[in-house]
């Protein structure tokens, strides 16, 4: 079993940052895929970014250029670095755990992200 626990949300103004971290129980580097998704107000859960245990990274293609994923191995670690908020990237936000053949499929509790003026 892997828990992951989210913080960093919050509200920020539109043109501003933020930086999410997931912190995993276990050694992220035995997890074969760790992923960001969020929920927007009445929307579906969508990917926002993923990174993999040898560091390949994918994201949707609209944030690219503006969402940054990495992790830091040593701390169990993975974090989203956003910038140039927009009102539309408002929602819940999840950091998500797989094992590289599906054998697990973890959730964090999620983290409010807040973009606003």
């Known amino acids: 079993q892997v828990q992951l626990v989210e913080s960093g949300g919050g509200l920020v103004q539109p043109g501003g940052s933020l930086r999410l971290s997931c912190a995993a129980s276990r050694n992220i580097l035995s997890i074969g895929t760790m992923g960001w998704y969020r929920q927007g107000p009445g929307k579906q859960r969508e990917l926002v970014a993923a990174?993999?245990?040898?560091?390949?990274?994918n994201y949707a293609d609209s944030l690219k250029g503006r969402f940054t994923i990495s992790k830091d191995n040593a701390k169990n670690t993975v974090y989203l670095q956003m910038n140039s908020l927009k009102p539309e990237d408002t929602g819940v936000y999840y950091c998500?755990?797989?094992?590289?053949?599906?054998?697990?499929?973890?959730w964090g509790q999620g983290t409010q992200v807040t973009v606003s003026s």
């Open positions: 990174i993999t245990a040898g560091g390949i990274t």
């Open positions: 998500n755990a797989r094992g590289a053949l599906w054998e697990f499929n973890y």
